[in-house]
Antibody, heavy 119, light 110 residues
Framework: QLQLQESGPGLVKPSETLSLTCTVS??????????WGWIRQPPGKGLEWIGS???????YYNPSLKSRVTISVDTSKNQFSLKLSSVTAADTAVYYC???????????WGQGTMVTVSS | QSVLTQPPSVSAAPGQKVTISCSGS????????VSWYQQLPGTAPKLLIY???KRPSGIPDRFSGSKSGTSATLGITGLQTGDEADYYC???????????FGGGTKLTVL
């Protein structure tokens, strides 16, 4: 069955760029109808949607993070990636990748990866 | 502050029923589908309900969802200790052009 796995550094310095990749296995990222998204959860807090991408490269981002976020897709590797620039301690969180099934449900999630912003 | 409002916590005894509310507005719940997620301690969220009231394959019918106007409700019957988790509602907000979630509700099965 379809699985998602996040990967990337667990520690990022303030003002630097956070970079994560989500690898999709057991299915194709190029499946029509599905968007692929990033969601984060600060320690002890709730979920925050970061943004989503279609296999064609079409993206949409959370307006509150849009100036710092870039999401891209590599269909040849069945991966999509997140870059968050100018990070601060407030960006410390567990970052999840997930598949968005239409119209509006995240039906498959990765296990999450903890990213700490600290010098 | 979350766009969608949920009670911080609810509790009930094993075997009983509990409901969790999610309140929004016409720009989100009022005109879009609602989904519900269960997050067991230390794990990723899991989809429980989509399209307001549909259950993915493998989700027991003890879990149900409903929507009325700008509010949605998750119901859980026959509570089990294994249901202790955080529950989140989610939907699209047309004004914000963003996916939004409630602040989460911690369910305690006493």
């Amino acid at each position: 069955q379809l699985q998602l796995q996040e990967s990337g550094p667990g520690l990022v310095k303030p003002s630097e760029t956070l970079s994560l990749t989500c690898t999709v296995s057991g299915g194709s990222i190029s499946s029509s109808s599905y968007y692929w998204g990033w969601i984060r959860q600060p320690p002890g807090k709730g979920l925050e949607w970061i943004g989503s991408i279609y296999y064609s490269g079409s993206t949409y981002y959370n307006p509150s993070l849009k100036s710092r976020v870039t999401i891209s897709v590599d269909t040849s590797k069945n991966q999509f990636s997140l870059k968050l620039s100018s990070v601060t301690a407030a960006d410390t969180a567990v970052y999840y990748c997930a598949r968005r099934s239409p119209p509006d449900a995240f039906d498959i999630w990765g296990q999450g990866t903890m990213v700490t912003v600290s010098s | 502050q979350s766009v969608l409002t949920q009670p911080p916590s609810v509790s009930a005894a094993p075997g009983q029923k509990v409901t969790i509310s999610c309140s929004g507005s016409s720009s989100n719940i009022g005109n879009n589908y609602v989904s519900w997620y269960q997050q067991l301690p230390g794990t990723a969220p899991k989809l429980l309900i989509y399209d307001n009231n549909k259950r993915p394959s493998g989700i027991p019918d003890r879990f149900s969802g409903s929507k009325s106007g700008t509010s949605a409700t998750l119901g859980i019957t026959g509570l089990q200790t294994g249901d202790e988790a955080d529950y989140y509602c989610g939907t699209w907000d047309s004004s914000l052009s963003a996916q939004v979630f409630g602040g989460g509700t911690k369910l305690t099965v006493l």
